[in-house]
């Protein structure tokens, strides 16, 4: 079987569960020495999806205000990003929304997007209707789906619904470095590089 | 006790010694002193001729006295001489050779008559003379004419006395017994004297026959083939013979030369360059020479025999410089004259090598093996040549007009022309060095112009037909410019890019050394020209000007009749600034100038090598002389066999074969890369020399840099490929097959396993071009790093924002009156220390696993610290690797990033290499950041209270 590589960044405030996700995602799932971790910022798993295997290489991020700039560096050649907030938290979600507007401005070409509300087991404390998320996520054509990583609900769900948003294998395109087409090639397919 | 026959011997040298007196005495002494009158032409050679005999007869005289003496000897003192101190016994071989000078003296008289010449005066005085000399020598008759019995009488003692020598010797030997220890000696002795009366015969014999033919000849054929010397051994009056297609009417064989009559034509032939070589025919065989080939026929076999037999014991003779003995075709000689030779030889035939001098080792009448050819012009060729061609290495001067000036090829030769590397010093004082074909400048070469030149050149790259042509670099110091680009004809042709000295560099199209249509200009300030301008930088015609914040100007441009620039364009000032690092790392070239088609040159001559099956004659040429050189030292060390030249390819195709692990295929691989002889070395090295060319010095442009780290990852997968080809020639030479590579493998080797491998060749230059384009950016970095290293650690790690629980407050260890908030350089130390390896190495992956052992020692200090395994989330792992790095202070930390990113394996990308790389990168930039450069930190740090 075919093993495909997904480059998939984590992206939301501080505190809504990210790391917690990841751990629960790929907790009782030992492919850890072949493909060591960095800590919990780097993590691998590998799922079956139709007759492909997909290898999630998943990027943590620093949640932390002040390095919010370097992201790009991170989501840059992403196949896809989750997108985390806390339903206890309509501050989180706003925050969400503003990962949304920066990936559709500078993110890689056909990322697919999946939305997560983490901590669903504390929905007596909920801030953010389902609803809510729900109609964001469609305006954006965006998976969404309510996590526990505490309960471990719907986190398997939430990476298959990534799965099946992969678009079918086509020759990745290689960013051109800059270089100047002089004899009316095509512009570079990346206009900008953030380095 | 002495025997009755050595009473004999010692009577028989006594009267021997009396009559060579006396024939001294009144022949020989009157006759130097009667020499024929020096009025007469051939009067000095008839003088020298005699002179010589006489010499000879002293000499005669002076050994059979010293034999003589032997005999005396013995006979007072029998019992301490043995009979091995008889001279005639023990140095027979000395007795003979004096007998021997005597009889070519004796020969050469007869041959040209000097005899005659001398009788013919004087004929009573020499009539006196014999009267006197008659009771001396009994036994021989007086009369006759008087050259006859000059010559008789000079001949007949020698002749007698051998005769004599010969029996009293048997008889010796019959009284000796058949135990007697000198049995053997006196046998030998016998054998001498019976063959030593074997040659003078067959002298004699050759002598009159010689004699005879001078005398039936014209004088005109005489004058043209008499020499004293020279003796008769065949001719084709007495076995017929004729030749074809020369239809001479006459073959007569010399002792050193082979001569066809044809009319009044006369063809003579050295034997030293003459082989004979069978026909199918019966009746025939054929004659090899330098120039000429033809055949000799006989009436039948038998005369084929025996020309064909006399003909090859001549040539044998000959070469041996010295006649057989006793007779023609006896002695140690094999049956067989040599097929290779060594003689000298002028050719004489219109052509290539009319009037030329050939000096050297010949093989079936063609030079062939080592040797020297000079032409009547100056032209001089010293090296190897096959089939009469120059063949392999050898080293060509052809004079110039100017006196003392030369070109000179070091080349290897193929056929009979340059063909593979060589060097040529230009009577100039240009140099090429590079590769040849058909004798022209063809393939991959650099050329370099006479030191001294007014515009000095160096041009490196691909020729064509002895013109450069391809892609190519050519540095013009006194321009202070380098083009990098396509020729055509000695002309920039095509898309080139040109760097300057003054930082200026351009990219365009060229047509006949011009630049033709709108082109690309990159300043220093970053500023960007599109549009048509001249060599000298001018703006001339439709342009537009993007200058560094955004602004462009665009419309036409012209130079004025003063200095300035003048323009009719539109300023646009509504764009946004620009990405400033986007402006500012604009490259040239790359994709105008496809890399795979780059240095194509470099590779053919491998190619065409690895194509042929790697044959040992061609490796030299491919690999230049180093080769030889190498061998030859080789050689010395182990006195190895001239059938190296093949053992050269097949010992390193068999190399090729042993390594199968990893491992041990990097290690070969290394070794092959930097070994001087292999095929590998040599690519790498030429490569090495390209990239020098292109972007040391002038080409040290940060606009160059993508057109550079493009061209090293080509060359690695080139290198590959090589290896590859390599491979399968040694599998073939074992008859097996090279299994087939699929693209993912391949891309798994060029970057694993060849790119680390030749990645240090380039290495300076690579990374000097990611210095200048990361300048600015590593400049910010820098004020970060030393704005952030005032701080102590504990601060530090505070103003990151390092969660208190992890910072490692064990390890401060203070002296009594300092406190932990002061100590700096202290936290982390280990991943500090770790961090800053990476630049002690080339190998990107190297690199990597370099900041890989940095996270885990970052993460063994949180451990510790923590007192459990902790698994970093990215929350925390971020600010302690701003702290690491910030505490490394890594030089042009941003040059390393880039460039091991270019260079990484894109297995990696997306992988836990990809993913520390890039927070290393994040960190690079966080580091970068206004507040973090310029102290603006968090309100409650002030940093006054830090000094
Ligand atoms: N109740 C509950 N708490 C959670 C859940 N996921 C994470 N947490 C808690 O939220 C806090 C922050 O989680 P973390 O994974 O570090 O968030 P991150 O900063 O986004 O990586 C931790 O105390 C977790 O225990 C969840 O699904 N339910
Ligand atoms: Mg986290």
Redesign the interface.
Known sequence: MAIR???VCLLGD?GVG??SIVCRFVQDHFDHNI????????MTKTVPCGNELHKF?I??????E??H??AP??YR?SAAAVIVYDITKQDSFHTLKKWVKELKEHGPENIVMAIAGNKCDLSDIREVPLKDAKDYAESIGAVVVETSAKHAINIEELFQGISRQIPPLDPLEKGN???????G?KPPAQA??C? | MCSLEEMTLLRLEEAFLAMLAHVGSSILQPLLLAGPEHSEPWARECLCLLQQLHRSSEQLQEVTEQSLQSLQKRLHQPCTAGLESLLMLGSADRILQVYMEYIESYTSCMVVQVFQQVAKRKSRYWRVQFGLLQKHLPGMSFEGPVDAVLAQALRQPLVQHLQQCVLLLLQLRDGLGKSHPAQELVTQAITLYGNLQSFLQQALDQATATQALWHSLSSRLKDALCTPTRRLLQDSQDVPMTATPLRAERVLLFDDALVLLQGPAVHTFDLRLLWVRPRRHECTFCVLTPEEEFSLSARDPLGRAVWQWKVSRAVSQALRGKKDFPVLGAGPAPSEPPACRSVAYTFSAEGRLCQATYEGEWCLARPHGKGTLKWPDGRHHVGNFRWGLEHGFGIYLVPKATEDQFDCYKCHWQEGSMCGYGICEYGSEEVYKGYFRAGLRHGFGVLDSAPQAPQPFRYTGHWEQDQRSGYGVQEDSSRGERYIGEWQANQRHGLGVVVTQAGVCYQGTFQADKMVGPGILLSEDDSMYEGTFTRDLTFEGKGKITFPNGFTLEGSFSSGAGRGLYTQSVLDTAALPPDPSSTHKRQLGVGALPVESRWRGVYTPFWDFAHAGCPGELQEALLGFQVQSSRELRRSQERGSPEDAAGGTEAFLEDLLRPRQPAALRRHLGEALSAAWHPLGKLLRTLMLTFQATYAGIGANKHLQGLAQEEVKQHARELWAAYRGLLQVALQHKGQALEDEDAETRDQRVHGLMLPLVLPSFYSELFTLYLLLHEREDGLYSQGISSLSVFPDTKLLELLDVHKHLWPLKDLRLTSNQRSSLVRDKCFLSATECLQKIITTVDPREKLEVLEKTYLEIEATVSRVLGREHKLPMDDLLPLLVYVVSRARIQHLGAEIHLIRDMMDPVHTGGRYDFLLTALESCYQHIQKEDVRLHRLPGHWDLRDLR
């Open positions: 590589e997904l480059k501080t990210k790391s493909s060591p971790t960095i800590g919990a910022s780097f290489l990027w943590d991020t620093a949640g932390q002040r390095f700039s370097l560096m991170y050649g470095n800059g270089a100047i087409c002089m004899h090639g900008r590089r380095c």
